[in-house]
């Protein structure tokens, strides 16, 4: 079993930056691809980055692509989302999630973490 707590997010203005932080407790993240997720108020919840569990790949919606840099620590216990550039779409309760090599869903979430960019 995983655990997963995010961490970093609240308020910020438009064109700033935030880093958002998932600790991870159980196990290290060495056989996990790892994901951010958002949702926004009244919306459905929306992939935002991925990590793979190799570490050598990354992927970026394309509203988030440029401005958003997903990575992890050497330990592979927690990975990160730096924000950048924020806007106020951006604003969103993010959420983390771990899935298992070579499956084809997420198997571990954390609870969400609000991220607000006012304009």
């Known amino acids: 079993q995983v655990q997963l707590v995010e961490s970093g997010g609240g308020l910020a203005q438009a064109g700033g930056s935030l880093r958002l932080s998932c600790a991870a407790s159980g196990r290290t993240l060495s056989s996990y691809t790892m994901g951010w997720f958002r949702q926004a108020p009244g919306k459905e919840r929306e992939f935002v980055a991925r990590l793979t569990w190799t570490g050598f790949a990354t992927y970026y919606a394309d509203s988030v692509k440029g401005r958003f840099t997903i990575s992890r620590n050497n330990a592979k216990t927690t990975v990160y989302l730096q924000m950048n550039s924020l806007r106020p779409d951006d604003t969103a309760v993010y959420y983390c999630?771990?899935?298992?090599?070579?499956?084809?869903?997420?198997?571990?979430w954390g609870q969400g973490t609000q991220v607000t960019v006012s304009s």
């Open positions: 999630a771990g899935r298992t090599a070579g499956a084809s869903s997420y198997d571990y």
